[in-house]
């Protein structure tokens, strides 16, 4: 029985981290033209970690999302992260977009969605966010009002992939342990059997 519980745990390592590589999307490519008239790729910012950040000026959450991404932006040098936000609202007025970064000290890249960027992120709800990897991958994607401390530990991760370990091995005991499980009770049951006490009436 120990040879078995070795080869599942085995196995499960083998598979944890070829799930992990298989689940990273690329990031569609898109371009657009920002607040000030200027046309950006995404892809221009490859080498960096980027956050994109699916908003409009009407949604309040997304308001305090931008509070929270000021912060965020302020953990990180400009060379290890760009910040893009992007108003689903194809009706938006640039110079609302313009207000809002201004008064909220807001200094990296908005944008009115003009050409369906939203359709190619999924986007059912704002604020939504997004971390690109400086490789051009999906690392994180979530609907919702997220922490700053939260956004930090994606955009490291995006950055560095040390969470990645940690997510392995996560997956690993999240498996292990009911397959570890049912072995006991398999092995519980055999003994019983074996001896010939059944279960009580």
């Known amino acids: 029985m120990r040879s078995t519980v070795i080869i599942l745990v085995a196995g499960l390592l083998a598979l944890a ?11 569609p490519n898109f371009a657009l033209t920002d607040i000030d008239e200027q ?11 980027v956050v994109l950040d699916f908003m409009a000026t009407w949604c309040y959450p997304c ?11 302020s953990e990180f040098s400009r060379e290890e992260l760009a910040i893009i936000s992007i108003s689903v609202d194809d ?21 009115v969605d003009t050409v369906g960027v939203a ?4 986007v059912t709800s704002v604020p939504k966010l997004v971390v690109v990897n400086p490789q051009g991958y999906i690392v994180y994607e979530g609907d919702g009002l997220k922490s700053t401390s939260f956004m930090e530990e994606k ?3 995006a950055l560095t992939g040390e969470e990645e370990t940690a997510d392995v091995w996560n997956m690993v005991l999240l498996l292990a342990v009911p397959v570890l499980a049912a072995v006991v ?3 519980a049951i055999v003994i019983v059997l074996y001896k010939g006490v059944g279960p009580p009436l």
Do not use: C, M
């Open 155 to 157: 955009v490291r991760f």
């Open 39 to 49: 046309q950006f790729w995404l892809y221009d910012f490859s080498g960096k970690a």
């Open 185 to 187: 009770i398999a092995a």
């Open 17 to 27: 981290p070829a799930q992990l590589s298989s689940a990273l999307e690329r990031a």
């Open 63 to 73: 308001i305090l999302q931008i509070d929270n991404l000021v912060e965020l932006e």
């Open 119 to 122: 359709d190619l992120y999924d």
């Open 91 to 111: 009706q938006e007025d640039p110079e609302d977009l313009r207000t809002l970064a201004l008064d909220h000290s807001a200094n990296w890249t908005f944008a």
